[in-house]
Structure formats: C-alpha cells, structure tokens
C-alpha cells in the first residue's frame, strides 16, 4: 500500500532491472527528487542493498536511506538536471560516510550532523553499510528562518556538539510516528524542526572561548530557541533549566555582543519577522502572541527597531 500524505518507500527489490547502480539510482530519484550519480561497489562476495522512505512534513521532508557500499556525485550536470534549491541537514544513525564539499572532505560517523545544498558540487563515498536521515528544507524557507546557513555547508557537527545530540534525538524520536501523522501534526513538527535547523545555524557566529564555555554557550542557546514560544522564558529559566547560575549565565555572554535578554528578544522577532513573511492570513497580534510578545506597543517598536519597516508592512 502506497503511504498516505504524498509519503514514498522505496527498495531496490521494488525497481525492474538487473544493474544493481541503475536500480539504486532509481531508489534514489523516488525519494530525494534530485540527481546523483550514483555507482554501487560491493567487495567481493558482497550483496548490496538499498532503501529509502520519505515523510512530507509541510514544505519540508524526512527522509531515511539505508545502503551498502557505494559512492555518488552531484557535478554540473546532475545540478543542471534537478531542482537546485533545497538544503539538507544530514544525521548519520550509523556507518560512517566520506563526503567532499566542493573539494572539502568530511569523514561523518554515528551521531554526527552536517549540512549540504544541492547547488552546490559534491560527492559521497560509503565503505559498508550506512543508515542516515536528513531533514531537507525548501532554501527560500531556510534562508528566511535561518538566514547565514550557508557559512554552515560542509561544517560537521561532532557526536559531542549539542547541535547534533538535538537533531538526532528530535529525528529519532520522530521516525516511530511519523508515517501516522496527520497534516495539521506534520506542520506543527515542521515548525519545530524548522526550530531546531535554526538553532543549529545559530551557532556558527559564537566566538571561540574555552571549550566547556562554548559548549554550555550552544546548549543555552538551543534551549532559547526551542523554547520561545514560552512566554516565561527568562534568564532565571535558563539558568534553571541548564543547571547553571544566573551568574554563569550572564557571564557566558561576556564574550558576545548581546546579553541574554537581547538574544530572546532578537530570536523571538526573527520567528515573527518570518511568519509574517509567509503570509498565512494570521493577524500581527497572533503572531506576535505566539512567540512570547504579550505587549503590543512593545512588540511594534522592537520590530521596527530591528527592522526599519512596521510590522504591518510585512505583510
């Protein structure tokens, strides 16, 4: 039975041909809806297999890909060839994979996160079997919700990072539930993947402190972004919710040029200014009230502050 909602599953026992690389490639264009050129390599002795099954979470998808040894490309002619404005944020569950980002390699393993973009040039190399999910965002979405993602293509996320530890629990816990999900679910978990995918685009302009400093200066900001839409968000919150002192909190931010407040606030308006921009037919006041503003006149003078326009105008 064909999944509900525009969901695709595709195994290469599905596909008509004898070429073990035509029939991945095939599995592939079912699924990721762009070009690779693809070859499977097994060693000798070897079987290879490959699956693919794909979620539509509003604009965005999920997809998980599960194969054996192989390698793939996407040049000037499989950009050419597809449509070139999509952004993945590609989690390996297991494996590891060698990739090239326009010459850059990266060696990704287990629990490990990274970006691409399929306008630009790159390659993917597997040595045995591999299971990994990606989460691909529409580019005029992501540039909106996330601008700056691009200085983030190609940089890998450790197993350690806390960016990574977010998206892979959020994908993990998500892929049991997923295919039961109706529309209106499937959106809500798109704003909040869309959350998450700004977080992780959130870290690429902290500065370079001492390693435990950074690392609780990326956990305090992933929890301000998965967590605005709580009109109590506070620096008391935080602090609690990340088992630290208000001092330690504040002092984190020394080295940055916002305090912690300012950085709420600044996440909080990105999110309005976005909506806004989408146009869903929302009034300014609901918006607003979604993410965390409750004073109006407040909100309309930080927006223009920030902005230059009035909230109105973006609509």
């Known amino acids: 039975m064909q999944p509900a909602l525009g969901d695709v599953s595709c195994d290469l026992h599905d596909v008509e041909t004898a070429n073990l690389t035509e029939g991945w490639r095939e599995v592939l264009a079912r699924t990721y809806t762009f070009a690779f050129a693809v070859q499977a390599v097994p060693g000798p002795g070897e079987a290879f297999s ?186 008391a919150t935080i602090a609690n919710a990340n088992a630290i002192s208000l001092r330690t909190l504040h002092r984190l931010f020394e080295c940055t040029d916002d305090t912690v407040g300012a950085v709420i606030r600044k996440r909080r308006l990105s999110r309005c200014h976005a909506d806004l921009l989408r146009g869903r037919g929302e009034s300014v006041s609901a918006i607003a009230y979604r993410w965390g503003f409750r004073n109006m006149s407040f909100f309309s003078r930080v927006f223009r502050e920030r902005y230059g326009v009035s909230d109105a105008s973006c609509r």
Do not use: C
């Not at 599960?66 to 070139?84: F, K, L, M, T, W």
């Open 50 to 235: 490959a699956s693919t099954s794909r979620w539509r979470l509003g604009s965005l998808a999920l997809v998980q890909t599960v194969h054996d040894r192989g390698n793939g490309r996407r040049g000037p002619a499989e950009i050419a060839a597809s449509d070139p404005d999509l952004v993945g944020l590609l989690y390996m569950r297991r494996g590891a994979i060698g990739m090239d980002f326009e010459g850059k390699p990266v060696v990704l393993r287990a629990g490990e996160l990274v970006m691409w973009d399929t306008a630009r040039r790159g390659g993917f190399a597997t040595f045995g079997r591999v299971d990994n999910q990606t989460l691909i965002v529409p580019r005029e979405r992501l540039v909106i919700e996330a601008p700056g993602y691009e200085t983030m293509v190609g940089q890998p996320f450790r197993s350690d990072h806390p960016a990574a530890r977010l998206m892979g629990s959020f994908l993990g816990s998500l892929m049991p539930v997923v295919s039961s999900l109706d529309v209106a679910a499937r959106d809500a978990v798109a704003d909040a993947a869309l959350d998450i995918a700004r977080a992780v685009v959130g870290t690429r302009d902290d500065p370079q402190p001492q390693p435990q400093t950074a690392a609780q200066l990326v956990a305090v900001r992933l929890y301000i972004d998965t967590n605005l839409r709580n009109p109590s968000l506070s620096p």
